[in-house]
């Protein structure tokens, strides 16, 4: 009786050590899974290789996906909300985000959900600084800085105007990752997921044009993507303004219709040359079906100031696109006072 006793205490002893080995075992495989995670999604460097024989990002760069949160062996359609954003940032070194590129992106994550925004800047350059981009980075989700070698040619066409860059940049990414592109003065105002049926949608600007300000592209490397990008060899010239950018894709679009969704009237309307309704007194343009405003910011009068004091009674469209997103009220609200001395306005939370 006493040696099985004893055999018995020998094997409760043996399965124990075992148990406890298995743990530190367990334990020591998920610090490598950590440590391993935390290296991989370090600082990320995307270069641009010349012309039409560039490698994917992802193939160039492995840790691209890693960092930017993109499986690219995951199935090609992209669905709300994992959908990646895509923004454009070629500034010199230390340029401010200004309050209106702030909103865009808050306007993105609110409305879009995304699985990540990707900010692809100038590698030789910086991110934005500024308040507003520390508040961009604090309030935003899923916020992430890539740098990019941005490309100084095309098939071997010269590219020096900074837009004609980041037109090529966003059709890369697009064509590689899907996901959506908007320019930073681009605000969504409403959800997207209605028009995911369609692989490729854009908005006009006329009959003629077709705005590149604002791409939503449902899988990866769309026909109409691609062959937008391989239209940059026909005859491209770095001097004609918007030429590849907008005239181009509306000739695809009317060859190709079943390649590309249009919506005519909900993304970027008001046009640039109806730009004046988004900054005179008055509601010019009723948005209230509109997926997106565009604010053609460049040409918006420079003694008007978008920031959460001035927005408050400001009577324009832009000022109602500029309250749903940060004060999610579109009605014109009473100044800012500051309590302790009655002063009009001085920012109150």
Not at 12 to 17: E, K
Request: with cysteine; net charge neutral.
């Amino acid at each position: 009786m006493r040696g099985r006793c004893v055999k018995l205490l020998s094997h409760s002893l043996t399965v124990l050590v075992y148990r406890r080995r298995s743990r530190h075992c367990l334990l020591l495989v998920i610090y490598c899974i950590c440590v391993y995670n935390v290296w991989n999604i370090s600082d990320i460097h995307v270069d641009n290789a010349p012309d039409d024989a560039q490698p994917s990002i992802t193939a160039r760069h492995p840790r691209v996906a890693a960092a930017g949160g993109l499986d690219v062996n995951t199935d090609v359609t992209v669905t709300m909300p994992r959908v990646i954003v895509h923004v454009t940032w070629f500034y010199p070194p230390r340029t401010a985000l200004r309050f209106h590129e702030a909103m865009c992106l808050l306007a993105v994550q609110r409305y879009v959900r995304p699985r990540k925004i990707l900010l692809w800047y100038d590698g030789a350059s910086t991110p934005p600084t500024g308040a507003w981009w520390q508040f961009a980075r604090q309030s935003v989700a899923h916020l992430l800085p890539v740098p990019y070698q941005r490309p100084t040619s095309i098939y071997n066409r010269t590219l020096v105007v900074p837009e004609h860059q980041s037109d090529v940049v966003r059709l890369t990414v697009l064509q590689e990752f899907g996901g959506l592109y908007v320019d930073l003065d681009v605000i969504i105002v409403r959800p997207l997921d209605s028009l995911l049926s369609h692989d490729v949608i854009m908005g006009a600007e006329t009959p003629l044009m077709l705005g590149s300000g604002f791409i939503l592209v449902t899988r990866k490397n769309a026909t109409f993507i691609r062959l937008w990008r391989q239209a940059y060899a026909d005859n491209f010239d770095d001097t004609d303004w918007n030429r590849h950018s907008v005239y181009v894709p509306m000739q695809l679009a009317k060859r190709h219709p079943n390649l590309v969704h249009v919506e005519w009237f909900s993304i970027n309307r008001p046009n640039w040359n109806e730009r004046h309704w988004l900054y005179t007194t008055g509601k010019l343009w009723d948005w209230s079906d509109n997926y997106a405003v565009h604010l053609w910011y460049r040409e918006h009068p420079t003694d008007i100031v978008y920031d959460p004091l001035t927005i408050r009674q400001l009577n324009t469209t832009t000022g109602e696109v500029l309250r749903l997103i940060y004060y999610e009220d579109l009605r014109l609200l009473p100044p800012a006072i500051n309590t302790s001395t009655n002063e009009v306005g001085t920012w109150q939370e």
